[in-house]
């Protein structure tokens, strides 16, 4: 049986650390505010972009820019979007293994594959492993601004016009909910006609009665690079957004699993207590009777 | 041709608009263009500019700062950088701005810095003039 002292100092830390994730829950749940506007509010944007471009891209010769051109698949590159903090439920467990199963499929089709990690838990992930990072990006949730989603997107684009791959995947967390979060595979390039996105198309038409003011050249030189940079700057707004949610609910399960085992404790502590009176008293007593 | 189209314009903070209205004119960087229902398919740039848009025979004014308009025969999107509806537009505020831009030209200084008070000045004015309007013609 543990001494009462033990289960004291027991109880007195379960409390603490109930104290602790009661205080994350509540910062996670205002952050979680923040960034859920911040995605609400650039979701239309992206997605009007993204429906635009693949439009777009079925019409236009896809040798007219280099970051339309599909070039046999060899090398696939594959961005995988974590967090730089941990305790937030399966959040990055969800991914790395979407990502590693991921890898492996492309792999057993003979492909190499690059791997571009934003946040500090994935590339962790990685580099425990040995696997090699070709770029990584971290502490850029702290400060999300548009600014991260040029850097990352310009390095991308610019190694897909240099070859480095033949086609970009990226694997976030969709913020679905404040409680729910999808992880989902993406292709970004090179563009296709609206892959897997719910937005009705319309039929496509035929190449001569399009116009472009100023030249077609001109528009795709400017639309295309535009389109990866805000198509970058929503997935990270999606992925700080569902980070917040999954801690949120992480740290609710966690108080919550506190305040349970706190009462199991108190509970057992107060038995024992009493065990211990009683057996006092017996002592007394039977001292008492044996005396007469 | 009968029917309307939908006008939707949005920027990178949020959907400022998705309206049925019977004309757009918007700020191509070629010059404006007008679409009304059944315009063929139309991809364009936009400068510096003011959109309008017509319902029945009420019609609207939006300053728009870059960005793309897509148009299709039953739609128009418009994806600016920066969009503000007229009647949001402060106009005190919008004149201050002129003027500071306008100070800021003549004091001359590097080519870039100079090009920049420019574009900020054809902004300001932009601004200004839009809300003016639109407080003349009783929306504001």
Redesign the interface.
Known sequence: MPSLQSLRRKISAFKNTQKITKAMKMVAAAKLKRSQDRILAARPYAHKMRSVLSNLSQRVNRTAHPLLQKREVKKVEILVVTSDRGLCGGFNGNIVRKSAEFVRQCEAQGMTVGLSIVGRKGRDYFRRRTWLIRQEWTGVFDKLSFEHAIDIGGDLTDNFIKGTFDELYVVYNEFKSAIQQRVIVEKLFPVDAAVEFGAAQAAPVSAGAYLYEPGEAELLNALVPKHFQVQAYRILLESAAAEHGARMAAMDGATRNAGQLIKKTTLYYNKTRQAAITKELMDIVGGAEALK | MAGKILL?V??????LLSQQVDEVIAP???GE?GVLPGH??????LKIGELRYRVGDQTSHMAILWG?A?V?PTKV?V?AEIAEKAEDIDVERAAAKVEEAERRLQAGGLPSEVKEAQISLEKARLRKKIAERARKTGHA
């Open positions: 939707e949005v920027t990178p903070e949020k959907q191509g960087s070629e263009f063929c398919h139309f991809l364009s740039t793309y897509e299709t999107t994806m």
